[in-house]
């Protein structure tokens, strides 16, 4: 029986591994190499009055001061998730939210006679703002006839949330090296944080087995975890632009993995099980710890990106492609060796207090188009993909939980129409996502909880997808 009492905690801990997030792409946010719609978001030329470019080589085009406010006025989201933790059971995650996204100013200079700009810049990214809840109430046989009879009353519930956001300090220069070469640094500093909870109960009450029992025992399997960190890192982006014709613009931009500065995290994790009989054996068991001051070891990894413009009379075709590396399994917090189960066995059991994460390497392409459809007016559309960085195969993680909660891979339209004037540019427009996963790994099931599956239920593949809109706008003043 001991190895019963050793495998039960591991199987049980072992199943949050499973959980999958849209927190795991890279492309979500509008200022990017195919953002196109937000100014600056381009690998190679586009026209801008300037402000801060993602190719910090294309601040050489900036030909006065500017400044400019970036983001969304309103934006929706909707993920759901169809049979979340059974049949009928749908996970379902609303909200909306107003974020201003990117602040900056651009400042060109002369010094020998080459053209020289500094930008710098403040970038938040809302990575994503998870949260659901759903719960079964039924009579219905649940634990074995032998020593409880019938069918029992069954209550289970399960909560999860996760948000992640980003917050960044950008610094850019850019120089023209030659009439058709210009070069360009961004230094950037990243704020990372992150916010997630798995909260998961499962109750049967024992009918009475016989006229001396006196009341019913519950039988009752629990979990929740909470993980909590901010880390800071730094990072920098190098980036070449050519103008190889008048028509014809490239560009090549390749931005290192973020190198941490500092970071410290908070765990916290119960698991509790009473009264659960397996092989006539009931079974009873408490884990509880909590640690604080944690160190993080958040990372993302190198990428390299490049773009193509073809400038036209009335407009612009524009094309991007960025590859981000593969990145290993990781501890994302890393626990220190403590008691976890209880009564305390003088081993250390903390790889269950684990939040990990692991990366496959991906390729995104994004294209865009400009038109001018009036001598003030110009139309703005651009199609990218943003493939998910999930990696299913947690191979080298067999405990704790994955960071992310979504998995599936994402589409993303822009479209818009920006009004030039002498002293501004205004953009409006619309953002609309989309993406969809028919084979979403549940990690709870509600349908079919006994003492067979430790009333986790036999969790299966569902049907998992993401709507997203917004009203996006921005402002370029030019001074």
Same mark, same amino acid.
């Given at each position: 029986?001991?190895?019963?009492?050793?495998?039960?905690?591991?199987? !049980?801990?072992?199943?949050?591994?499973?959980?999958?997030?849209?927190?795991?792409?890279?492309?979500? %946010?509008?200022?990017?190499?195919?953002?196109?719609?937000?100014?600056?978001?381009?690998?190679?030329?586009?026209?801008?009055?300037?402000?801060?470019?993602?190719?910090?080589?294309?601040?050489?085009?900036?030909?006065? @001061? +500017? @400044?400019?406010?970036?983001?969304?006025?309103?934006?929706?989201?909707?993920?759901?998730?169809?049979?979340?933790?059974?049949?009928?059971?749908?996970?379902?995650?609303?909200?909306?939210?107003?974020?201003?996204?990117?602040?900056?100013?651009?400042?060109?200079?002369?010094k020998k006679k080459l053209p020289f700009t500094l930008a710098y810049a403040i970038v938040h990214?809302?990575?994503?703002?998870?949260?659901?809840?759903?719960?079964?109430?039924?009579?219905?046989?649940?634990?074995?006839?032998?020593?409880?009879?019938?069918?029992?009353?069954?209550?289970?519930?399960?909560?999860?949330?996760?948000?992640?956001?980003?917050?960044?300090?950008?610094?850019?220069?850019?120089?023209?090296?030659?009439?058709?070469?210009?070069?360009?640094?961004?230094?950037?500093?990243?704020?990372?944080?992150?916010?997630?909870?798995?909260?998961?109960?499962?109750?049967?009450?024992?009918?009475?087995?016989?006229?001396?029992?006196?009341?019913?025992?519950?039988?009752?399997?629990?979990?929740?975890? +909470?993980?909590?960190?901010?880390?800071?890192?730094?990072?920098?982006?190098?980036?070449?632009?050519?103008?190889?014709?008048?028509?014809?613009?490239?560009?090549?931009?390749?931005?290192?993995?973020?190198?941490?500065?500092?970071?410290?995290?908070?765990?916290?994790?119960?698991?509790?099980?009473?009264?659960?009989?397996?092989?006539?054996?009931?079974?009873?068991?408490?884990?509880?710890?909590?640690?604080?001051?944690?160190?993080?070891?958040?990372?993302?990894?190198?990428?390299?990106?490049?773009?193509?413009?073809?400038?036209?009379?009335?407009?612009? !075709?524009?094309?991007?492609?960025?590859?981000?590396?593969?990145?290993?399994?990781?501890?994302?917090?890393?626990?220190?060796?403590? %008691?976890?189960?209880?009564?305390?066995?003088?081993? @250390?059991?903390?790889?269950?207090?684990?939040?990990?994460?692991?990366?496959?390497?991906?390729?995104?392409?994004?294209?865009?188009?400009?038109?001018?459809?009036?001598?003030?007016?110009?139309?703005?559309?651009?199609?990218?993909?943003?493939? @998910?960085?999930?990696?299913?195969?947690?191979?080298?993680?067999?405990?704790?939980?994955?960071?992310?909660?979504?998995?599936?891979?994402?589409?993303?339209?822009?479209?818009?129409?920006?009004?030039?004037?002498?002293?501004?540019?205004?953009? $409006?427009?619309?953002?609309?996502?989309?993406?969809?996963?028919?084979?979403?790994?549940?990690?709870?099931?509600?349908?079919?909880?006994?003492?067979?599956?430790?009333?986790?239920?036999?969790?299966?593949?569902?049907?998992?997808? $993401?709507?997203?809109?917004? !009203?996006?706008?921005?402002?370029?003043?030019?001074?």
């Amino acid at each position: 029986m001991r190895i019963l009492y050793l495998l039960l905690p591991v199987w !049980l801990l072992a199943c949050p591994a499973r959980l999958h997030a849209q927190d795991a792409n890279y492309w979500t %946010a509008g200022y990017g190499p195919a953002g196109f719609f937000m100014p600056g978001a381009v690998i190679a030329q586009n026209r801008d009055s300037g402000v801060l470019f993602y190719n910090p080589a294309l601040l050489v085009n900036t030909h006065g @001061s +500017t @400044s400019s406010l970036s983001g969304t006025i309103y934006q929706w989201q909707s993920i759901f998730m169809k049979d979340g933790v059974g049949a009928g059971l749908p996970l379902r995650s609303n909200g909306t939210s107003i974020v201003p996204m990117v602040a900056s100013h651009a400042v060109p200079y002369i010094k020998k006679k080459l053209p020289f700009t500094l930008a710098y810049a403040i970038v938040h990214t809302p990575v994503i703002d998870y949260n659901v809840s759903q719960q079964r109430d039924v009579v219905q046989d649940v634990l074995d006839n032998s020593y409880s009879p019938g069918a029992e009353t069954y209550i289970g519930q399960y909560k999860a949330s996760n948000r992640v956001d980003q917050t960044s300090l950008q610094l850019a220069a850019g120089m023209r090296l030659t009439p058709g070469l210009s070069a360009g640094v961004t230094l950037e500093g990243i704020v990372h944080r992150q916010n997630f909870t798995v909260d998961f109960i499962s109750r049967a009450m024992m009918n009475p087995a016989g006229p001396d029992t006196v009341f019913a025992p519950i039988t009752t399997v629990s979990e929740n975890y +909470t993980a909590s960190y901010r880390q800071i890192g730094v990072r920098t982006r190098l980036g070449l632009a050519w103008e190889i014709s008048a028509s014809h613009h490239a560009g090549l931009l390749v931005t290192t993995p973020v190198w941490k500065v500092t970071g410290r995290g908070t765990v916290v994790s119960n698991l509790e099980v009473n009264n659960l009989i397996v092989a006539q054996v009931p079974i009873h068991l408490l884990a509880s710890g909590r640690q604080t001051r944690l160190k993080t070891n958040w990372k993302n990894p190198l990428s390299i990106a490049a773009g193509y413009t073809y400038l036209h009379k009335k407009g612009q !075709l524009y094309a991007c492609i960025e590859y981000f590396a593969p990145v290993k399994p990781y501890q994302v917090i890393n626990p220190r060796p403590a %008691a976890f189960i209880r009564p305390d066995t003088g081993s @250390s059991n903390t790889t269950y207090l684990q939040l990990n994460d692991a990366r496959k390497g991906i390729l995104n392409v994004g294209i865009g188009a400009s038109y001018e459809v009036a001598p003030a007016f110009m139309a703005f559309l651009s199609l990218r993909t943003d493939f @998910s960085y999930d990696d299913n195969n947690l191979t080298a993680l067999t405990d704790g939980y994955n960071a992310n909660v979504t998995n599936w891979d994402l589409y993303h339209v822009q479209l818009g129409v920006n009004m030039r004037r002498k002293q501004y540019y205004l953009r $409006t427009g619309l953002l609309l996502s989309y993406g969809r996963n028919k084979a979403y790994p549940q990690t709870f099931n509600f349908d079919h909880p006994d003492e067979r599956n430790f009333l986790i239920g036999n969790p299966r593949p569902i049907t998992a997808s $993401t709507v997203q809109a917004g !009203l996006l706008v921005s402002y370029i003043h030019n001074f």
